[in-house]
């Protein structure tokens, strides 16, 4: 007999279903954020504590909530935003689904106070899991406060599953940027701990773009505007030069609703094909405005998916768009004819090219008598092969090797052969040394062992120090610790970061490409390895990491190594050769 089917009790459904739409404290406050976007609100402020593990709060100005529907929010499927089926084709709201709540107070001790504005009285429910609190007048203004606490706390399973706090609210700042870069006519203010990270007052899209990336940004932005009956685009793209090896700085929205596509952010990447190398993502905050009844967004329950009803158009708009923009903006490579033809082509009409001559020997007499062969016996041949035998050359220093210069320890046995190798002995063999692979194999194990946690790098003084704005303060504060381990040094005065000191290899505008690009990597995504092996290929051995002056310390740090054999790029750093391979020339 088969086993019996049963009907799951009210609080697992609701707990299955809370998996889907609730994952970590970031997708509540983007669930709580687009309910207050849909509610009209001009003014959303959010409180965290704890990353969103203790407490997450919203408060709008929205249209508010009725007293007799509170109870009903908070009903699965409950929703205003659709009324029938039809609807679910020409969506124009964030929310839709009505889960929002619903899973969300499965999973934690949620309070949501309300006001209309034909009422004087504000009304508030608390509901845990499945109980619901009785409705309580209140006060307060028109809008609602909705407050999520204790998350997970009924789901111990999922709750150990969540990051470090740094990490979480990186999430959380991740989504307030995205609604931030969507809605620049909204004000947003965000708090963590009681403290403020964030605040924009409503303005412009190129006012908002300039107060989330930074100052610098906006000195980059390039403007794209296209209009079609399929779609319209605007935003901005930013400059070639701005373009990173991570996927950083890319925002792209359908109908204001942040999305992720592979696909259309070719056909941007494409628009930039000549400026950039194959590596690089251009950076860019994009609006796709499309028909309603064009685009599904009812793809993934997280709603950053979305299908469109002639999507190769739309790539092929966008695409063009972008790249009429770089045109018009002057920032496709232009051939300055002028100048480039005096660089090779010399106009002095004094300058007479002379007609090329050949010369003819008209003695050449290829049967002559002196060019014949000359008739040697076998002993003449022995006898002058005998007296060219060559003689066997001792390995000499070039004339350019200079003993005063380079003082080499005579105690152990090494030497330096120009311009790139050391050979030093073993006990029974000898060891080649490719010098410019031993030092991308230290650097590279020295910059792993400090991003880990396990060293500690030299750090130079700059004369002058740079002062850079840092808005994405949790990103920093996750990478802070490594950023102090090889070798920035800075101070914090109000927004402004002034970073006195940097790693010893690197020259002052390096040293902020590298802690630019860092910051804004994810420390869950990152690979530490491939990003090390690109900073390590960009410095194309011009470190001091080793003074050449002390010979040695190369050998012993290279041999302290994990892998002394080969560098980061599996090429070979040492050879031995012993008296097997010796052997094997002389045959």
């Known amino acids: 007999m088969g086993k019996r089917i049963s009907i799951l009790p ?26 207050s976007l849909d509610s009209g609100a001009s003014e959303i402020q959010i409180n965290i504590m704890e990353s969103g593990k203790t407490s997450i709060q919203i408060i709008d100005n929205g249209c508010g909530i009725p007293e007799n529907q509170l109870k009903l929010a908070f009903i699965r499927h409950a929703t205003s935003k659709l ?3 039809d609807d679910l084709f020409s969506l124009s709201t964030m929310g839709f689904r009505g889960e929002a709540l619903a899973s969300i107070s499965a999973i934690s001790q949620v309070t949501l106070k ?37 998350l997970f706390y009924n789901v111990p399973a999922r709750r150990q599953f969540l990051k470090a706090d740094p990490i979480e609210f990186r999430h959380i700042a991740d989504v307030f940027t995205k609604i931030a870069l969507a809605n620049p006519e909204t004000k947003l203010t965000l708090h963590h701990n009681k403290r403020q990270e964030a605040q924009f007052e409503p303005e412009n899209l190129r006012q908002r773009i300039s107060h989330v990336l930074g100052k610098k940004a906006n000195e980059n932005l390039v403007p794209v505007s296209e209009s079609t009956e399929l ?7 930013l400059r070639p030069e701005n373009a990173r090896k991570s996927k950083g700085n890319q925002y792209l929205f359908v109908n204001k609703r942040p999305i992720k596509s592979g696909y259309l952010h070719k056909a941007i990447t494409k628009a930039f094909e000549g400026l950039l190398s194959p ?80 010369k003819v020997n008209l003695d050449f007499n290829p049967f002559n008598s002196k060019s014949k062969r000359v008739e040697m016996t076998r002993e003449d041949f022995f006898k002058k092969k005998s007296n060219k035998v060559p003689k066997q050359e001792s390995l000499e220093l070039s004339s350019s090797w200079d003993e005063n210069k380079v003082k080499v320890d005579y105690s152990r046995s090494y030497f330096l052969l120009p311009p790139r190798y050391i050979i030093t002995s073993l006990k029974t063999s000898l060891v080649i040394i490719n010098i410019e692979r031993a030092k991308n194999r230290i650097l590279f194990d020295q910059l792993i062992s400090a991003l880990k946690g396990d060293d500690q790098l030299s750090a130079q003084s700059w004369v002058f120090p740079e002062i850079i704005q840092i808005y994405s303060k949790n990103n920093f504060e996750i990478w802070s610790n490594q950023l102090k381990r090889l070798g920035y040094h800075w101070e914090i005065k109000g927004d402004e970061y002034i970073f006195s000191a940097g790693p010893l290899f690197l020259n002052q505008s390096e040293a902020i ?12 995504d990152i690979n530490l390895d491939k990003l090390t092996l690109s900073w390590v290929s960009t410095m194309k051995n011009e470190y001091p990491i080793i003074p050449e002056s002390n010979i040695s310390n190369i050998i012993d740090i290279l041999f302290e190594c994990d892998n002394p054999w080969t560098d980061p790029n599996g090429k070979t750093v040492t050879r031995i050769l012993d008296s097997k391979a010796l052997a094997e020339q002389f045959k």
Do not use: C
């Not at 309300?114 to 429910?125: C, H, K, P, V």
């Not at 608390?126 to 609190?133: D, K, L």
């Not at 480039?340 to 300058?351: A, C, G, R």
């Open 513 to 524: 490409s590298w802690l630019e690009a860092l910051i804004q990597e994810s420390p869950e």
């Open 279 to 358: 590596e690089l993502n251009p950076s860019y905050v994009l609006k796709i405005i499309v028909p309603s009844d064009r685009v599904d967004v009812n793809v993934h329950p997280s709603k950053t998916e979305v299908k469109f009803e002639d999507e190769r158009a739309i790539y092929a708009i966008l695409r063009s768009a972008v790249k009429r923009s770089l045109g018009i903006h002057q920032i496709t490579p232009t051939l300055d004819f002028e100048n480039n033809l005096h660089q090779h082509i010399s106009l002095d009409s004094s300058s007479i090219a002379l007609e090329p001559k050949i």
């Open 83 to 85: 009324k029938s089926v």
């Open 10 to 35: 009210d609080n697992i459904a609701n707990q299955i279903a809370a998996g889907e739409v609730v994952q970590r404290p970031a997708s509540v406050v983007k669930e709580l954020l687009e309910n």
């Open 231 to 237: 779609v319209s685009i605007n935003g901005y793209v």
């Open 114 to 150: 309300s006001r209309i504005e034909s009422s004087n009285e504000a009304y508030q429910i608390s509901v845990h899991g499945i109980e619901y609190g009785e409705i309580k007048k209140d006060v307060g203004p028109v809008g609602s406060v909705i407050t999520v606490k204790n």
